[in-house]
């Protein structure tokens, strides 16, 4: 999964599984995400909902370095579009110099 997959990911959802998670922070397969939530190593809080163990998105995103100036200057810069609420990875977007 590339950085740009992660981001549009995590800025499309308000929270995500466990094993996104542990791939997006750790490159971790499925069960070694579930075993590092279960010993409180996967990095970030682990929410449990309606037996789904889950992370916020948020939470995520601070974790790799990411705050809210520079989601919006990745938006700017047209390596993530929002539409409707919702964002996406471009497939080939470029930062200017001149933006």
Request: net charge neutral; proline share 2%.
């Amino acid at each position: 999964m590339t950085l740009k997959e992660i981001l549009a990911r995590l800025l499309s959802l308000p929270t995500q599984s466990v094993p996104f998670t542990g791939e997006a922070l750790a490159g971790l397969g499925k069960n070694s995400s579930y075993d590092a939530a279960a010993d409180d190593k996967l990095g970030v809080e682990v929410l449990e909902v309606g037996g789904l163990k889950r992370c916020t998105s948020i939470s995520i995103l601070r974790k790799l370095g990411y705050d809210n100036e520079l989601i919006a200057l990745l938006i700017k810069h047209g390596v993530i579009e929002q539409e409707a609420g919702k964002f996406s990875a471009k497939s080939a977007g470029r930062v200017r110099a001149d933006d």
